[in-house]
């Protein structure tokens, strides 16, 4: 009997966890606007251009919808189908979460848990669902690198031969990352048990899907950016992609929230330094507003509502 109810207490406090994740990611996006003085993000939005930051939110928006795509290979993975609005609406609100509060197999796999075990999902499941979708994310990861490494001019790494060996070491590492993984997608067939969870190799089909849409994720996010940059900054694309993927993927790395200071101090220190240091600013600025503070309120917003009409029907079945 206390074995159950101990059972029943884990599975609410994890349930419960998603909203106290979304609180925390609140807390670390305030923390991270505090660093800005109010005048300098409002001169950093009217310094864009109106039709730039409507281009910036549609990226920002279906880059979104890129991420939830990690849910739906994931159901995909376990052999489970879900309507498209729900996982959409996980994975929406689940990295609006992560991006924020960091530690994203934490804290969005709480906001998971909450929401899949209401949908009949096993907690084994759940917990194959967000260890593929943090594949996925690490092999996007490991395939932009490579591409971000081959990308950027290489006088952009600076002089100093330790930070192109540096580079060159982390370029090299995802690059065996990446070609380990789909060896093992293609070789190694026998499960891989953790507790009782045994989880299996994907499918080299699965391990492309994988690579290709974590990337597009990422290359969506850039193009928040890069609209937000170009009305102050004449940079091509494609050293600007290569620039943005060095300074993403390790800011991810790093684990800090967002990968607030270390993605910023990177991208100043690999962009061409005639660029004017305000704007560049004030285009960060914009960035983290667009794609970090909007998508955190509107998933606030829709978790209130869902919240909210659950309860109104709990009430309405309690009473009847």
Known sequence: MKNINFKRFLKKAISWAGLFFFVIAAVMLYFQLSKYPLEDI???LFNIPTKNLIYACIASFL???????????ALKYIKRKLEAWKWILVGFIGYAVSNNAGHAIVS???VRYRFYTRWRFKGSEIVKMVTFSGFTYLIACFFLTVVGYMLTPENAFGSAQASHITTAVVALG???GLV?????CAFYKKPLKIGKIELTMPSLKMATAQTLLGSFDIVLASFVLYFCLIPFISIPFDIFIGVFLV???LGVFSQVPGGLGVFEGL???ILPSDANAAHLFGALIAYRIIYYVLPLI????????????LKYKRKKIARS
């Open 42 to 44: 409002k001169n950093a």
């Open 63 to 73: 880059g979104y919808i890129a991420l939830s795509t990690y849910d739906f290979l």
């Open 108 to 110: 969005g796999g709480t």
């Open 174 to 176: 995802s690059l065996i």
């Open 180 to 184: 380990g993984y789909f060896l093992l």
């Open 247 to 249: 300074a993403q993927v």
């Open 267 to 269: 991208f100043l220190a």
């Open 298 to 309: 509107v998933s606030g917003i829709v978790l209130a509502l869902y919240e909210g009409r």
